[in-house]
């Protein structure tokens, strides 16, 4: 196991990473890259894992990119085809994956986090793009993810003034999707890391997959893509059985695979 991540299974399906460098909150250096992309290529071809959860610690989600590295070898290493192509496999992660912050969540962390499918934030998160405090902007995704998820104002205000922003003006500006207390950040990203990991993967990994593309897409091709996605998924034991006892009239189904075909880790 790579010390610089740890990784857990808290619950069935779920694989639960954490960025281990808090000496150094957690900045992202090319090592710890690295890691991360290896570690998600390995869950994307495991069977027993269905959704991910990436967190940190109290202190820190993440810092950002390493800033002694870029300070070192600039453009060489903030560009790098080596970097960019991780973080691009990365942000392509076809599973489930939930971001589970607590403390600083800023310039890479921030678009690490905005890489996931959606963020459960601590109280104490504090988000930010400080990158122009270092005469630079955004290069990890920042740029184009962020007024994608909160609009081109919200998003240039955040960019331009590199202020940091509070778990609650985030959520406010639809950037984290809940706020909890700082010790419940991780068992409840893990609780609906499990949820997701109990109903169809099938469903879950075309749905997301119809979310991530269509963004880049007009409305109508959005809407094309959208159908062409969803028609596979009739005719699935998933959809037939949950279905089936929706019009018996059962109502604690749970949207999962019927039990013959469940594995130890969906059951
Ligand atoms: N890259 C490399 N090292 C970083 C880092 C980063 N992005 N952020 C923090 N660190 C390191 C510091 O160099 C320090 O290391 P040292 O103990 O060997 O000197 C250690 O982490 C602790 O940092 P410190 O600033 O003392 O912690 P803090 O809790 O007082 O403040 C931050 C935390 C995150 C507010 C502050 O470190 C910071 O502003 N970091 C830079 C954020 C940033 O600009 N990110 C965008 C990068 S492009």
Known sequence: MDTLLL???PAPGVLL???NRPDKRNALNQALVRALDEALATAAADEDVACVVLTGDQRAFSAGADIHDQHAHGADVALSGERLA??????????PYIAAVNGYCLGGGNELAMMTDFIIAGENAIFGQPEINLGIFP???????????????????????????????AWRMGLVSEVVANDDTVTHAVRLAAGIAGK??????LAKATIRDGLDLTLADGLKLEHDNLRPLFGTDAQKDNMARFAAGERSHSGGE????????SA
Do not use: Y
Request: proline letters at 3%.
């Open 17 to 19: 990473l954490i960025l």
């Open 258 to 265: 019927p039990a013959r075909h469940r594995t130890s880790a």
């Open 200 to 205: 169809s993967r099938q469903a879950a990994r």
């Open 139 to 169: 290069g990890d995704g920042g740029t184009q993810r962020l007024p994608r998820l909160i609009g081109a104002k919200n998003a240039a205000r955040m960019i331009l003034t590199g202020e940091r922003v509070s778990a609650e003006r």
């Open 86 to 95: 991780a973080w691009q496999r990365i942000a392509d992660f076809e599973k």
């Open 7 to 9: 990784q857990q299974r």
